[in-house]
């Protein structure tokens, strides 16, 4: 099992003669995965300068996490890595659900027309750290990235973090005024600060195996409950780019995971799921999951973001999907707070914010592992009846879960998003995740909408002049602005003015707004509602 090359990022001694307050930064970044290599990126499009320290000096070395979704392609294009990344990788949308050679249901998942970026798509890990590091590097001034260099301890105080870090040539000390801890699951951070996760832990083991075959595949999510070839339990299986095949296999509780990976145990399975196809192994892991999360996701002048935070079983997605999605929601929130446009305070709204994601994904995912693996007879009578009914009934179809997959978190009624107007209607009400839509330029370009609206506060104006408010870009479709040559952005925003987020969702909306309530409405998105007054 040669498995995906995994060169060496360069070293970089630790920097001599700084005192714990010398050269002093404004963000330390711990974890140079995806979460903590987006996060650097967001930051640096703002402005705002990070050092991302990492004790491994290599990408993953497996598949991990490899589809995301379409909110989190979304995310990567304005993050300037999108269009390598759909290059790269396979986009889907159909999945089909078997129970042993039977197929019991055929879901698409992008059935909206209208949208540039795919349902999902499928790109191993690695590839993604290196579209993300090769990003990176357009930032030398903004980004600094250190690989083999271990954080030993974090203090903190009123006004920043002090990290003690190790590496081979020596200790030093890393003074920051924010630590955002993207270190993954088994989060040192997390450990030195003494911050127990809370929810639940699955006794089932899974087999994941990158295969390398040239047999075809299609491009879609195949998932077996009690397949031929591995009776009793569930399968799955996507096609990669490279030539590859990401199959993972249920082993149940009392699976022995030394055991399970090694070559002898692990190639009949797989010449049994791939039917005789030929194939090599690539790269082979043993995982249980959780259902977990810290209470909160602020402490101080310490954030934590992905499985530092969030440990979501791996069903639909939502996992490296939610770590994405969390960066997305805190770093303008930050980069305001640096930047003294708003006060800490505004940081609570992450945590209410991603914490109501968490709990939704957690909720959904745990729904999916108990459908998946019933540690109850009552479970297991519930699935059993429901995939019997399924292969005569579309009601019992619908109930099928073999991991629901991610779908972005609505904001709607927390702090940030102002009330709906009542004259207002359709999906686009403060709080929702912006949808997509095509658009032309006033010179007959054709173009999309989402790219339009990242990065910053917009006042979108839909067959209607926005009103001009400070703090805020305006943007109109209609009225001389952008034209809208299928009617989808009237469809799904109909008529009047939104105020979008830089992570686009929509703060609040009204069918015409007056200047000194949008005014107000934007002061509220930004955390400092008292600006404006009642």
């Not at 995971?257 to 892991?285: I, M, N, T």
């Not at 994405?324 to 929130?333: A, G, P, S």
């Not at 992450?350 to 108990?370: F, I, M, P, T, V």
């Not at 007959?444 to 989402?450: K, S, T």
Request: charged share 25%.
């Amino acid at each position: 099992m040669a498995g995906h090359v995994r060169s060496r990022l360069p070293y970089a001694p630790p920097p001599k003669g700084r005192g714990a307050r010398a050269g002093r930064v404004p963000v330390a970044i711990v974890g140079a995965g995806p979460v903590g290599l987006s996060a650097a990126i967001d930051l640096a499009l703002k402005g705002v300068a990070s050092v991302v320290v990492d004790d491994d000096d290599r990408v993953s070395p497996g598949s991990r996490a490899f589809t995301w979704a379409r909110r989190t392609i979304d995310i990567f294009d304005r993050l300037g890595v999108g269009e390598a990344i759909r290059a790269k990788g396979v986009t889907w949308r159909t999945e089909r659900v078997f129970h042993g050679a039977r197929t019991l249901a055929v879901i698409d998942h992008a059935p909206d027309a209208g949208v540039a970026a795919p349902a999902f798509l499928n790109l191993q890990q690695y590839h993604v750290e290196e579209i993300l590091l090769a990003r990176c590097a357009d930032f030398p001034d903004l980004i600094d990235l250190r690989f083999r260099h271990r954080v030993t301890a974090a203090e903190q105080d009123a006004a920043g973090v002090t990290l003690d870090v190790y590496t081979e040539d020596g200790r030093y000390r890393l003074a920051a005024d924010w630590l955002l801890a993207c270190d993954g699951a088994r989060s040192s951070v997390r450990g030195m600060m003494d911050l127990a996760f809370e929810g639940e832990a699955f006794e089932d083991r899974f087999l994941i195996a990158d295969i390398r075959s040239p047999a075809p595949f299609p491009d879609e999510r195949w998932f077996w409950f009690a397949p031929t070839f591995h009776p009793g339990q569930t399968a799955m299986l996507h096609r990669q780019p490279d030539g590859m095949v990401r199959l993972d296999l249920q082993l149940g509780p009392d699976a022995d995971p030394e055991r399970e990976r090694l070559p002898e145990r692990v190639a009949p399975r797989v010449e049994a799921a791939l039917g005789g196809r030929p194939f090599d192994l690539d790269w082979v892991s043993v995982y249980a999951f959780s259902a977990r999360r810290l209470a909160q996701f602020v402490h101080g002048r310490i954030v934590f973001a992905g499985d530092s935070a969030h440990v979501i079983p791996p069903f639909g997605s939502r996992g490296a999907n939610a770590g994405v999605q969390d960066v997305d929601n805190l770093c303008w929130k930050l980069a305001l707070v640096i930047g003294g446009a708003a006060g800490p305070e505004l940081l609570a709204s992450y945590d209410a914010e991603r914490g109501r994601a968490a709990d939704d994904n957690l909720r959904r995912a745990g729904r999916s592992a108990r459908f998946m693996g019933p540690r109850t007879p009552a479970e297991r009578l519930f699935r059993d009846e429901v995939l019997a009914l399924a292969v005569d009934h579309a009601f019992a179809q619908r109930l099928i879960d073999p991991g629901r997959m991610s779908t972005p978190c609505a904001l709607d009624g927390l702090s940030l998003q102002s009330a709906d107007d009542p004259a207002m209607a359709g999906p686009m009400g403060p709080g929702a995740p912006c949808l997509d839509a095509p658009v032309t330029d006033p010179d007959g370009r054709p173009g999309w909408l989402l790219p339009r609206l990242g990065g910053r506060f917009t006042l979108l104006g839909v067959g209607v002049e926005p009103p001009a408010v400070e703090g805020a870009a305006r943007l109109t479709v209609g009225e001389g602005g952008l034209g809208d040559p299928a009617g989808l952005v009237a469809a799904r925003y109909p008529r009047g003015v939104y105020i979008i987020r830089p992570d686009q969702h929509v703060a609040a909306r009204w069918a015409a707004p007056a200047p000194r309530a949008a005014a107000h409405a934007l002061a509220r998105a930004r955390g400092a509602i008292a600006e404006v007054g009642p």
